[in-house]
Each structure stands twice: as structure tokens, then as C-alpha cells.
């Protein structure tokens, strides 16, 4: 059976041990080669050893993603050292202004500084613009489509007060991800998003032993009881990355155990 990725060319941004790698690795067993930027090198270049050991081609590269130049420089490294970019999956994100490794400052937007604001912005938002718009530039020039995944949450579809800047970011990332849809429909380039739930993650690790009985809280919210794997989020990326989703651009996919149904 062909691999359902054979001889692809993708790009991920943020090379985390959880989101970018379930995926890289997953592509890379289903016939993708990658390339993996993220701000910790070290952390981009183990996940692009797993994929080299996979028999893929990979690459790995230190990117602020929400700097403009140091963007295009990494789309267009990724082209050239892979032979053209066909699937671009954004998966970096801060879930706060100190996030990683700092307390979680929980702001109440009343309380907000616009520092900590313009922070989640730049990561959680501009990153997503500006990787889009680089990625899309160079599958237009190549000509022959694409495939452009947006990793959201549940927080772009549930206000919750404090956090708000994250979820609005979240919202905004979803905006952005339908408006790419419509504009680059015409160059059969599909964009489209997921919106984990609560998953067995660092940033949700980190969310849940942010008070006592929080997970237990959690679980009793999620109608299938337990939290998500990143397996089974790389999954939808891989539906979202192939050709089962030809005609699949402008949606959101929802792994989050049923904890909200529209
Ligand atoms: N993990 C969850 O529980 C969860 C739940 C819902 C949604 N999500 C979404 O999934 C995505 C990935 O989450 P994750 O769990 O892998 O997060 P993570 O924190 O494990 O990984 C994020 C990665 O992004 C990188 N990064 C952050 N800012 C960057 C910058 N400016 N430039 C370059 N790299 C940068 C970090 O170095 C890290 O490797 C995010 O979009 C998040 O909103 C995650």
C-alpha cells in the first residue's frame, strides 16, 4: 500500500516533544520528508534525527517565528533543502505570556499589561501569519498546491475568564486559517485547523497541576473521560495533510473527547 504522504515535503513549526513531534514522525512513517523549525534548536534537530531515522529527508533550523525575516528564511531553506514545500503544519504557541517555565500569570484582561498581550500576539497570532503567508508564497510559486494545517484549542471556541489573551489568540488563529482558505482556494491550496482538547502534554501538564483536582475536574467535563494523546491529534494532521481531504479546506477538526459539541 503506497505510504498516504509518499514523497512529500512538509514544514513544522514548533519541534516540541508533543504536537510537531507526534506529527513529523507520523508524516515521516507515512512517506513525508520534514523540515522543523522551532526557537530550541536542540529540541528541532532531535525531532528531525527521528525522522532521518525514519529514511526520510529532514532538516532543522533555529526560527523566531514571530520575527518576519527569520520566517522567510526558514521557508525558504525548507524549500530548497527538501526540493519545494507541499504541507505546512504551524504547531508553535505560548498558553501565556511566561510560558515556557514561568508562572502562569492567569491575567484578568482588566489587569493585563499590553507587553504581556503583544507577547501571546506575536507567538500565538503573527507566528501563524507570517508562516502561512511565507509557506503559501512559495507553494504558489511552485504551482502545485498545498496543504496548510493551524494547530488551535477548545480555547478558541470556550471564553473562560483569566487566559484571555491565549483564547483570544486561539480565536483569531481560526479566523485567520478561514479568510487563507477562501484566498488561496483558487491555487488548490487548502487551509484548515485542529483544536486539541485537553491533552496529555506540557502545556496541559503544566494547566493541570496549576491547582489541586484540577485533572480530576477535567475528565469529568470530557464525555470520553480521559484526556487526548498526541497520537491521536498527529492523526487528524495526517487526514488533514493527504489526499483524503481534497476537498476538505476552511474547517476545523475537534479531538477533544466530546467536550464541546456544536
Ligand atoms: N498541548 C495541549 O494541551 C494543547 C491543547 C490544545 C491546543 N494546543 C495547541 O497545540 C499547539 C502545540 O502545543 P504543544 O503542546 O506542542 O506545545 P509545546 O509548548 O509543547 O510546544 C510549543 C513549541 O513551540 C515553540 N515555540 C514557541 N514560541 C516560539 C517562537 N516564537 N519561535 C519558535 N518556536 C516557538 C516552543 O519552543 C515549543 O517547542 C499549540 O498551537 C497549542 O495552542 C495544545
Known sequence: M????EGRNALITGASDDAARA???L??????NVFLGDRNLEAARRVAAEVAAAGRKSGAMAVDVAHEEQVDGMVN???????????????????????????????R?????LADWRRVMSYNLDAYFLT?????????????????????????????????????????????TKVMALELAPRNIRVNAIAPGYLDSNMSREFYSGAPGRLEAVLKRVPLGRIGQMREIAASALFLAGEESSYVTGQVLHPNGGLLMQ
Open 2 to 5: 503506497t505510504a498516504r504522504l
Open 23 to 25: 506529527a513529523a514522525i
Open 27 to 32: 508524516f515521516a512513517q507515512e512517506g513525508a
Open 77 to 107: 531553506r525548507a524549500a530548497a533543502e527538501l526540493g519545494g514545500i507541499d504541507i505546512l503544519m504551524v504547531a508553535d504557541a505560548v498558553m501565556h505570556a511566561r510560558y515556557p517555565g514561568g508562572k502562569n500569570p492567569n491575567h
Open 109 to 113: 484582561l482588566i489587569d493585563e499589561p
Open 132 to 176: 502561512g503567508r511565507a509557506a503559501a508564497r512559495a507553494m504558489v510559486a511552485a504551482g502545485k498546491g498545498g496543504s496548510i494545517i493551524n494547530y488551535i484549542s477548545v480555547a478558541a471556541f470556550m471564553a473562560a475568564p483569566g487566559g484571555g489573551d491565549y483564547s483570544v489568540s486561539r480565536a483569531a488563529a481560526w479566523m485567520l
